[in-house]
């Protein structure tokens, strides 16, 4: 575990800035001694307004699930160490690092032009992701209420929406989510990644503990929104055994479907999660990387459609028998609806008030 003499960044998962490969230059800190060393100051949250001209984006990915994804919010506060979405950041100039958990960047005016998109002529229904880069419920949605906004939306014109989050904030937009849900408009997948608290605490700063999300499961099936378990990123060597613990949790609090997929390090996140992995568990450190690389043809880092998210060889089977067998036992007669594509209302001017 961590040495405590040594500088971390509590409550942050991302313990260092990575640089950002579109840019020449990179800030430091200049010591008298003339040896330059990253510039690491206690990092604080910043939130700036961005006005975009479109907010439904395509996705391209033949091995995702939804044609369409929108994302209210860029960088996301939870810090979780191994999102592949930290990537993106270096698009806005910032790192995927520190910067990706602290400077954050919020589109207030999604609602407004989610619904131009719906009224569009060239509109036709497709099930949209919420969200498909950062999550929609992070701590700055308590505040700005973009999200609520979008479901609003949604649920005035009748369409179909998918979410993935770990934030019991969800829970605030019961009403939205039972009005969606009775025509079969939502299906909402709650992230759980570890039931061990301290694996969480370090992997996951500022996310809900996992006794949370299990409420939350709970509430969303007491009330009628259809919702399964998103047991990802399955990391061999830190959580991969808590497979069927976590699936029997979640069936047990009324999930009704499980999803998994395995962490890859695309990018920079090689560079971020080994340095939180050696500092918080040296131990672990060469069987869970090389335990990784397995996973991925002999690398950490995998574009590769189809393997990327489920591994491939002796130890990603490993982990997919386990997955299936749980599923099978604690899902049995289970299953999500289908999204219901015949409900959408189209029509009319653009109306919303923001």
Known sequence: MIDREEEYFKGRGAQVQSGNRFLEQRLVAEHVEGIDEPLLLSPKTEVRIEHPKTIVNPITSPDLGLSFSLNPYQGCEHGCIYCYARNSHEYYGYTAGLDFETQLMAKPNAPRLLEAKLLSKAWKVSPISLSGNTDCYQPLEKEMKITRGILKVLARYRHPVGII??????????????????????????????????????????????????????????????????????????????????????????????????????????????????????????????????????????????????????????????????????????????????????????????
Request: hydrophobic share 40%; glycine share 8%; charged share 25%.
């Open 165 to 354: 989050s770990k934030n019991s904030l969800i829970l605030r937009d019961l009403d939205l989510l039972q009005d969606l849900g009775s025509d079969n408009l939502v299906q909402v997948y709650i992230s759980i990644t570890t039931l061990d608290e301290s694996l969480r605490r370090a992997m996951e700063p500022r996310t809900a503990s996992a006794v949370k999300r299990l409420k939350t499961i709970e509430a969303l099936s007491k009330a009628g929104v259809p919702v399964a378990v998103m047991n990802a990123p399955i990391i061999p060597g830190l959580n991969h055994h808590e497979i069927p613990q976590i699936l029997k949790a979640a069936a047990d609090h009324g999930a009704r479907g499980a999803g998994m997929t395995v962490v890859r390090l695309n990018g920079k996140l090689e560079e971020i999660f080994s340095d939180w992995l050696q500092k918080n568990y040296p131990d672990r450190f060469q069987k869970v990387m090389h335990q990784i690389a397995e996973l991925h043809g002999g690398k950490v880092q995998d574009n590769q459609f189809g393997r990327r998210m489920k591994g491939e060889g002796v130890l990603a089977e490993s982990i997919h028998q386990l997955f299936r067998h749980a599923r099978k036992k604690y899902f049995q007669g289970r299953n999500m609806p289908e999204f219901n594509l015949k409900a959408f209302r189209k029509g009319g001017n653009l109306s919303f008030d923001f």
